[in-house]
């Protein structure tokens, strides 16, 4: 991944979360495998590990929300 910045006055972790769910829809990282690392996430971005689990977990109630919804229409 190369190096990523993300200007200072806006939420990293959401930033970084909405950078990687672009990255994930577009194919840069294959269905069904892992994402890279927290360390090398938190390398590419600039940032600590801690923000990179935060935008980590906002993708992931994301999910949830879509599946959850998903079911309710049904």
Request: charged letters at 30%; glycine letters at 6%.
């Amino acid at each position: 991944m190369d190096k990523v910045v993300i200007p200072q006055e806006k939420k990293q972790y959401q930033e970084i979360g909405r950078d990687l769910r672009q990255k994930i829809q577009q194919g840069h990282f294959a269905i069904g495998t892992r994402l890279p690392p927290e360390r090398n996430i938190a390398e590419t971005y600039g940032v600590s590990r801690t923000i990179v689990r935060e935008a980590l977990l906002m993708l992931e109630l994301e999910v949830r929300w879509i599946f959850a919804r998903a079911r309710a229409s049904t």
